[in-house]
């Protein structure tokens, strides 16, 4: 394969390249978007095969050349595919942008039409039946209050049916309306909105922005800063974040010549909910490796799976009865160079082949003082998030 980069002279959006049936990454308008496939490779094997392209690069950026975009499944080690576009539009951070052209594929970037109001009818569902979650919250629970845990992540599953095929293009113009902050990305029927960063590599720099810790946002702002304080000082809420962060560091630290980290979290705020966040960052050794050793290291986070991570997935498996699948690992891109982005795969939603059907998925962090009913109101403000983008009534 050959693959060769040039400056793009014209302004695009990456959700008009994308459409329904592309690939994308972006977050504030900051990403990739990629149309056909050039080939599809074991996540195992995307950086060498990606090295092994004949690259023509007059940009010579971070994400220039030929990358490979996809999601890494929730189990630690599970088998992965990552989709090599046949065409990939990017921009950078400093407003650059550019377009990679593998082995002269065709390039169409006509913005398509605007989407069409539907009358579709939906049915919502739990696939998850109400007391077996709560069950699985108190077992973790008092798996925590007996020592054997710090943290375990429990979820739970809805259903979204529709008697019409759910348009793709429809809910990412609706996800960048209301979550343009998050990281909003579609590949193979996954879709979603996540606001946590799991790490970055730019050259040597090395970034995470863990979140953990959720309250709801009503829409007033005097009401949501005051629930925003509540969240800071809760106790639950900052142990919770607090054995995330140790994790993140005490992960990336052997790479890293130097980590750093902010004092105290902050707010991260979305459209429906709210989270204590920590943006950590860092320089990598010599040689520096490539961002998907380092999100296969990091992925899933005692955010997503809890801490011990072996006992808690144990645990996991054990209670909630069913495969998370792609929801709860992690979704991005690598380069050539080893550089990209990987977030969390939350706030999704999966589709069925014929897209009539999505699979959401939502839970939360369980520690001593979690309440089980407290914790299943999480779930539904987290749901709101793709219910939102999905339901046009």
């Known amino acids: 394969m050959r693959a060769v980069t040039r400056p793009l002279r014209i302004d695009v959006d990456l959700n008009d390249v994308a459409r329904g049936d592309g690939f994308l990454f972006v977050r504030s308008g900051v990403g990739v978007a990629g149309r056909g496939v050039a080939a599809r490779v074991d996540a195992g094997d995307a950086a060498a095969v990606l090295a092994s392209i004949d690259r023509d690069d007059v940009v010579r950026a971070p994400g220039c050349g030929p990358i490979a975009i996809g999601v890494l499944p929730f ?10 576009p046949a065409v990939t539009v990017t921009k950078g951070l400093d407003g650059q942008r550019w377009i990679t052209v593998i082995d002269d594929a065709e390039v169409d970037l006509t913005a398509p039409a605007a989407p069409q109001p539907s009358t579709a009818e939906y049915v919502v569902r739990a696939l998850t039946p109400t007391e077996v979650y709560l069950d699985a919250v108190r077992t973790a629970r008092d798996a925590v209050r007996a020592g054997d845990l710090t943290k375990a992540v429990i979820s739970r599953d809805i259903a979204v049916a529709s008697d019409h095929p759910i348009d793709v293009y429809a809910v990412l113009l609706r996800l960048r309306a209301s979550f343009a902050t998050s990281y909003r990305y579609s590949i193979d029927g996954f879709i979603g909105a996540s606001p946590e960063l799991l790490v970055e590599r730019h050259g040597n720099i090395v970034r995470s922005h863990p ?65 204590l966040g920590t943006l950590i960052e860092g320089r990598l050794s010599d040689p520096a490796p490539n961002v998907l050793t380092l999100a296969r290291a990091l992925s899933p986070t005692p955010a997503l799976g ?14 909630e009865g069913r495969d998370r699948g792609r929801y709860g690992g992690t979704v991005g891109w690598i380069d050539a160079d080893g550089n990209g982005t990987w977030a969390v795969a939350i706030r999704c939603a999966e589709l069925s082949p014929d897209r009539r059907t999505a699979r959401l998925s939502a839970g939360g962090g369980i520690v001593a003082d979690s309440d089980p009913h407290a914790e299943l109101a999480e779930t539904q403000a987290k749901f709101q998030a793709m219910l939102s983008a999905l339901i046009r009534p």
């Open 75 to 84: 189990v630690p080690g599970a088998a992965g595919e990552l989709i090599i």
């Open 306 to 319: 809890g801490h011990p991570r072996d006992a808690a997935l144990r645990l996991i498996a054990s209670v």
């Open 211 to 275: 979140v953990a810790g959720t309250a709801p946002r009503t829409g007033d702002p005097a009401t949501d800063e005051r629930i925003a304080a509540g969240l800071i000082d809760s106790m639950k809420d900052q142990i919770e974040h607090r054995v995330v962060i140790d994790v993140v560091h005490d992960t990336l630290l052997p790479w890293c010549s130097y980590l750093d980290w902010e004092p105290e979290p902050s707010i991260v705020a979305v459209a429906n909910v709210q989270h």
